[in-house]
């Protein structure tokens, strides 16, 4: 019984399925390596090999360099180009961006005592900035402009308040010109035409474009008061008059003066003028003192008295103060405008805040010597036009006169682009005035000469 036990015990151990066993240490499993032929571990050992890794890497690296060195160059590039892009509704011409950083030209006025009075002065500006020189073109303000050339009145110091209204489309809110036009409607969008308020500004640097042949970057205006508040804020300005007089109801003697801001004012405005072009002519000399003495008040200042912020953040300085009083200097302050009235970029201009521009702006007008600063008179003279008197360009010496003084990197200034109108088809030729600051100013004051 336990022999036949035993043998019926060895039977089913037989017949029952054989397990595998796991491999040992030591030990190779078989299965392990039928499912991964030699073959084709051999083709991904090949396809993913480190040096593949180390080139694709290397080559990424490479351009990745080149990449960065190709957009610096290309910033670079963008930041020493006077690229002036957005012109921020600016409606005149304005230099050529390739100049932008090399020459600017500023249009410049003080407006009359009350609204609708003509302008006191008017001038405009070249300022060459490589050459580190100004010359301005003094303009008398009843020089002929000729409404018919698109303009609301004849001369020139009346625009300023009288600017030509503008035609624009009610749906599309821009203007519209002429050519645009069908009857009372935009050609472009059957809307209705309306009529907008001109802009004095605009209408002025169009005559300095269109007439004179000349770009305009900004411009400055400032009220007769803002004057007389300026001057008051430099504590004055020496001027010589030639003899004993009475100025703003204070007597003054023959010889060198301190006059006070309305002083200074009167004597440059209203002194012996008879509201005639020739007077004007006249009264332009008396221009030229009070803006050399006022030229070499600012050079004496720092930028801090000029402008400056408090531990508080109140604005201080002498054009800080005026800015913020009820005659500031008109200017065009968008970044644009900052932007051509330094003679920057517009990337380097954006942070420039309004105050710190002008201030900016008179510091770098300070530090040019008195003696590279030009003044010169809009050649021309008196003509009758019906009852009244208007200063008639001769446009020929206009045209070598600009050229001479006022471009100094061959801007087109010929017969093609100075439409300066004349009264006469003939205009005698007139001596031209031009001098320098340096000679318009009274020589150094005798305490400082012999002080021991």
């Known amino acids: 019984m336990s022999q036949t036990k035993g043998q019926n015990s060895k039977k089913n151990t037989a017949n029952k399925p054989k397990t595998q066993s796991r491999p040992q240490k030591n030990q190779v499993s078989l299965a392990g390596v039928a499912k991964a032929p030699e073959k084709k571990e051999n083709r991904e050992k090949k396809r993913f090999s480190p040096w593949k890794w180390m080139v694709a890497l290397a080559i990424v690296a490479v351009l990745l360099v080149v990449g960065i060195l190709l957009f ?6 963008q930041e020493e180009k006077p690229a002036l892009t957005a012109r921020e509704m600016v409606a005149y011409t304005s230099t050529p961006d390739k100049l932008a950083g090399d020459v600017s030209y500023y249009l410049m006025g003080v407006t009359g005592a009350e609204v609708g009075d003509p302008m006191d002065m008017l001038a405009v500006m070249c300022f060459d900035r490589k050459a580190d020189a100004v010359s301005v073109v003094q303009i008398p303000v009843d020089t002929y402009i000729d409404k018919d050339l698109g303009f609301a009145v004849d001369t020139i110091g009346n625009v300023w ?13 821009e203007l519209v010109l002429e050519k645009d036009r ?3 409607v935009h050609a472009a969008c059957g809307a209705e035409l309306e009529e907008w308020v001109g802009s004095p500004v605009n209408d002025l640097a169009r005559v300095i474009n269109v007439q004179y042949g000349l770009p305009v970057d900004n411009y400055f205006i400032l009220s007769r008061e803002g004057l007389v508040k300026l001057i008051d804020g430099l504590n ?45 002519r006249e009264r332009m000399g008396r221009q030229r003192q009070v803006l050399a003495a006022l030229w070499e008040s600012i050079a004496a200042c720092s930028k801090k008295d000029l402008y400056y912020e408090d531990e508080m953040g109140a604005t201080k300085g002498v054009l800080g103060r005026l800015m ?3 005659d500031p200097v008109r200017f065009n302050t968008t970044s644009f405008g900052r932007a051509r009235m330094l003679g920057k970029t517009d990337k380097e201009a954006e942070n420039i805040g309004t105050y710190d521009a002008i201030a900016e702006f008179a510091m770098q007008l300070a530090d040019i010597p008195l003696e590279k600063v030009t003044f010169s008179i809009l050649p021309g003279e008196t003509e009758k036009m019906g009852t009244t008197k208007v200063y008639s360009v001769n446009r020929a010496q206009l045209i070598a006169l600009l050229n001479e003084q006022m471009n100094p990197y061959d801007l087109p200034v010929d017969e093609d682009t100075v439409a300066a109108p004349q009264l006469t088809e003939v205009v005698n030729e007139v001596d031209l005035v031009t001098v320098t600051l340096d000679t318009v100013l009274p020589a150094a004051e005798e305490s400082e000469e012999g002080e021991e």
């Open 182 to 184: 069908d009857g009372q």
């Open 72 to 77: 610096r160059l290309w910033d670079d590039t």
């Open 161 to 173: 308040h009288n600017p030509q209204p503008q035609i624009a489309c009610s749906s599309c809110r």
């Open 236 to 280: 004055g300005v020496r001027v010589e008059l030639k003899e004993a007089t009475t100025l703003a109801e204070t007597p003054y003697d023959r010889g060198v003066q301190v006059l006070d801001g309305q002083a200074a004012v009167d004597y440059a405005v209203t002194y012996n003028y008879r509201n005639s072009p020739d007077s004007d």
């Open 324 to 326: 913020l009083g009820s």
